[in-house]
């Protein structure tokens, strides 16, 4: 490092270069390296404190490679906060009057759980740091941008390496799909700042060495198999608690680690005491040997089935009592030194697929952050996604372009959900024509639930109803009645339209965007958690073990692709960012259904029209219908570009 800080070439040294999320990790390491090369640099955070540690770093190295640039620091920024990256942009164009490269680093890990038990809240809140912190910080950014200047994104291939291979990422719905709709939108933006001459483009650094990825991920991935696949002594929520409070542990003194081993003892003991009645005697002691074991796949591991020599071991019953608190200290300690082996099995499992059995440094991928800023490299890649990530994932191939006429009497006297948030008269016609087939075939019920109350006179001949779709009590609330009053819940189908792709994404306001999100991402999640839920057993939540006796039916139709006779290749982009989201979270959840909770409910992704511009027409809309015939739970298919395939072709 001495040497190399003795003779760079300062070929940045008069760039004013934005990074956001740099007090830490690869965000420091990105300062540091446009610092060795004479950049002025901006870094900004939540936390002051390494803030100031890193500008102390970047000062230092100015100072020994003779660089004249200096640091301004924005601590208490957030960059899902809009007031915030306004107010910064804002004095940044005051002090120095323009930007030359924005680095779109900040991310969180979110929450490392099944979608099944991620609060919607930590969905949204993972959703709005990586995706909308990348999109405003870049739209407030160009107002300070001159032609030459660029946009760097850091997202990962950890979603979507393209339209039709998918990476699924287990315990990581949102994160996965915020990362595939920030792909897609750096691709976008490309193509919407040609005539402003600035340039966008996108890494995907793979697996890095992190504090991140060792101690956040690994772990709590880790975690969420001891929680599903059992550990004796504990339930699922013992180990949950254990895991919450007892992660951060790891690595502490004996001391620290004993202590806190006891806390957490004290608190399950507490909880178990709370809920046995003084009248009642403690639950006989059970011997269970159940285990968890991990083998390798497309993202490290994956559990087995929990093994048990008592019909009482695993998450699936209560845990034998311990009346011993020095036993039960044993059993959390045991269940953390477990986290830690199976947190270690997947970093093992995962180098295994690299080619050199390597995760990248910090300091590669800031080199390559540091390459794509260069003028001529910039302009050779524009507009693509270019990747660090040098592992080799098997996937399962999962799309298909036409889906298969099968009976759908099985349908007979069952229940289905439809909901929406789009009044467009194409989509009221899809449903209305859904809903009047599926009432042909006999269902017992067909429920519409619309966004706005207005389109409810559309549905007047059904079973309707209009709610905010996004509140998440609501959409509880309204399930549990179907449930309540029509029985068990077999299908849901939701619609989400599409929106204007000839309207400029520089044009959108924040609470344009913000409806967007909503309407594209954060509903169909919505929809499809609670539909799982209702769709399983009621304890399925606190004994995972009992989603393996849950089946049904998710059918999310998304944004059609853009029609018309010509289409230009901006909206083929634009069309795609929320296309791109739905694509691996659509993997995802059914990679933890299926292969996690060993669920048979399966959601599948519909979307509409084809590369010649073709606009769907309603029999092939109603197609999806298909879908829930018993056949199609054996398919690895699960996303359908319904127009492209034969069958759209024959019925020309």
Known sequence: MAESLKTPALKFSDKIV???????????????????????????GRRKEPLDKTTEILVDIMKKVGSSGIVRSFSGVDVSDENGINEMFSNIKQEFG???????????????????????????????????????????????????SKIITIATFFTEENKYEQRPYRFRTPYTAAQGAKNRLAEALAWELVEQGIKSVATNPGPVHSDRIYKTVYPKAAAEFLRIGGYPGLDSTEVELSATNGLDLLGESPEVFSKGIMEIAQQISNSRLSSISPSSSPPPSTTTTSTTTVTGTDDGVTPSSPSSSSSSAGAATPPPFIANQGDLNKTIEGMLIKIQEIAEKIQNNTSKMIVDNEFLSQEEVADMVLTLSDDTISKLINGRIIPNDRVFYPVKPIVGTFIDDNSIQNLKEKVVIITTTSSKEKDVQRIISLANK????????????????????????????????????????????????????DSVIHITGDYDYNRSLLSLS?????????????????????AVKFMSPADAIQKPSQFKDSKGIIVILGPDSPSGKKISGLSRARSEVFRGALRPYTATVNQELSDVLGSKIKLNLILAGNVEGMESNIENVTTVLNLFSGSSLNKNESIFYIDEGTKKNNNN
């Open 438 to 489: 599926l009432n042909d075939i006999g269902v017992k019920q067909v429920i519409i639930l619309s966004k706005n109350y207005d389109d409810t006179k559309f549905y007047k001949d059904f079973h309707s109803h209009s709610l905010d779709l996004a509140d998440e009590e609501k959409v509880k609330r309204i399930f549990n009645t179907a449930k309540t009053k029509f029985g068990s819940i």
């Open 510 to 530: 924040r609470e344009d965007w913000d409806l967007l999100v909503e309407n594209f991402i954060h509903i169909p999640a919505l929809i499809t958690r609670e």
């Open 18 to 44: 934005v990074i956001t999320g740099s007090g830490t990790g690869i965000g420091q390491a990105i300062a540091k390296k446009f610092a060795e090369r004479g950049a002025s640099i901006i870094i900004m």
């Open 98 to 148: 323009k930007v030359d490269i924005i680095v779109n680093n900040a991310g969180v890990s979110g929450p490392v759980k099944t979608f099944t038990n991620a609060s919607f809240k930590d969905f949204k809140d993972c959703v709005a740091i990586h995706l909308t912190g990348t999109f405003w910080t870049s739209i407030q950014g160009l107002k300070v941008m001159d032609k030459g």
